[in-house]
């Protein structure tokens, strides 16, 4: 069954201190920073780093807030009632996650957990709630985030539908490696799990295992299993029919 315990955060001695009296801004629109809102302390607010397979809230605990990703990787993960859990997203700086309190959802319907070490900022619903109704900027860039997600999640939905596991593995690689919106590839450092690529591919294990020592052979890719680069070539696996 999913735990019903929230993680506390192990350092938030570390957070940024606010700008004045750590207090939610309330004055004019243009005087308003998003981004400062997001990565300081104050009222409503806390900032914490975790380590590396921390949880920052677990499946089932009290739905009391946001969390804002300031730097690193975070999963979400689920767990049936059968005690099988997947992995469901990955998510990185500038994401949102437990966003559901916004919509009156009284527990996490997934767990938050580190996969690398990570800051993250914690917003108590009621000061996000009313910080969002003062401020539009802030309300925008979550709407977008939201309109993001929920197209990958669809993407996922037809990838799941519609193509192979190595498509699928090939897309996920790309997502992982590319910059933001745009069609350059980096290296991606953070160690990947095979077991979580599994999960989110849908297949197995050794089926991934059999897809990147195909992929690394035919040059496709670089991986040591500490670091991974991606080559454009790649982009070949996912658009050809």
Known sequence: MPARGKA??????????????????TGPAEDFDTEQFLT????????????????IFRQGAECDAVFYIQAGQVELSVVSKQGKERVVGMLGPGSFIGEG??????????????S??????RVETETMTQVMRDHPELSERFMAFLLLRNSQIE???????????EKRLARLLI?????????EL??????ISQEVLAARVGTTR??????MNKFRKLGLIEYNGAELRVHSSLLNVVIRE
């Open 206 to 211: 050794p089926r991934i295992n059999h897809f």
């Open 116 to 121: 690398t070490e990570a800051t993250v900022a």
């Open 40 to 55: 300081s302390v104050g009222s409503g607010r806390t900032v914490a780093t975790y380590r590396p397979k921390e949880y």
């Open 186 to 191: 980096r290296t991606v450092t953070t160690p």
């Open 101 to 114: 309190c916004l919509a009156g959802h009284p527990l996490y319907l997934a767990s938050a957990r580190a």
């Open 155 to 165: 993407s996922d939905l037809v990838d799941q539908l519609f193509n192979s596991s």
């Open 175 to 183: 997502m992982l490696a590319q910059v933001g919106q745009e069609a």
């Open 8 to 25: 506390k955060p192990r350092n938030s001695a570390r957070a940024r201190q606010p700008g004045s009296n750590g207090k939610a801004s």
